[in-house]
């Protein structure tokens, strides 16, 4: 039965820290997983934070991803496709395994274009059940260009068009199947820097997707509640993966892509205090903190925050 005061009781959290920031084109994210764990959550930290909701935490530490030396090599498209191999090699049974374990895993960023890999992790696993399994996807980008779309060759601005199964094979074939994710499954919440290229993408594939438009227009409750009746349809239900550019750079200064514009700090948490109300949340990523552009940790704390929300914390 479900308990409001401990809404992990009777369950399991797997932390896992993925520092990849070669993906990004500013450095700096590989370091939020050190500071999202360090971070003061209420006045404690967030193993502390997630014991006393219930859950017996077992936190996987840090990934020993490839640090490549900077600049990339003279027009490389995407940029750092090695050492994303090789990371993948990594990051993608690090996440089965804790599946595994009966464990949820809250998943600590990096950049973006981890989803690729984590989400291919989940996806492969809830495969191996002979299920489907839903996604949301919170982010001010679309992050759906190919190699031939993208105006930067930056990979974490790459992982959903792969995860859909558009792009280089090397990426859209991992664990051996395409598409990842399933469109009637998948939503797209807090876009509001979209390249052409991902315009054309989501419109020919049909994807759905609320925008800041229509957060402003019907409300943020509004919106997550049609996209979890999407997602909520998948028979081994949902990944949330939560990039924290989605949010206004007021809230959340410390991120590498800001956009003005965003979420604000309570339609964030009332988002995710939704999501932890299906019961249906089956993995949890929050990425893009870059410790070196924050002020004051402010990114890094309301990381924290946020987790918890989607955890099952609640005002009262």
Known sequence: MYDRDFPGKGKKIGILGVPLGFGAGKRGSSLGTRTIRQAKVYGQVLTERMAELGYEVHDYDDLNLPRPLYPPKLGENPRFLPEMLESVEKIV??????????????????????ALPTFTGIASFFREQRQEVGLIWFDAHA?????????????????????????????????????????????????????????????????????????DRYGMNACIEQALELVGQAPGGFAVTFDVDSLDP???????????????????????????????????????????????NRTSELAGELILSALGKTIL
């Open 250 to 296: 007021l809230d959340a200064p410390g991120s590498g892509t800001l956009v003005r514009g965003g979420f604000s700090y309570r339609e964030a948490h009332l988002a995710l205090e939704r999501i932890a109300e299906t019961g249906k949340m089956r993995s949890f990523e929050i990425v893009e903190v870059n410790p070196t552009l924050d002020t004051n």
């Open 143 to 215: 992050d759906m260009n190919t190699p031939e779309t993208s105006p930067s060759g930056n990979l974490h601005g790459m992982p959903l068009a792969a995860l859909f199964g558009q792009g280089l094979p090397k990426l859209v074939n991992l664990e051996g199947f395409s598409p990842k994710i399933n469109s009637k499954y998948f939503a797209h919440i807090g876009a509001r820097d979209l390249d052409t290229g991902e315009k054309r993408f989501i419109r020919e594939h049909g994807i759905k997707c609320w925008t800041m438009h229509h957060i």
């Open 93 to 114: 049974p690090a996440v089965k395994n804790i599946l595994r374990a009966g464990e949820t895993p809250v998943i600590l960023g990096g950049d973006h274009s981890i």
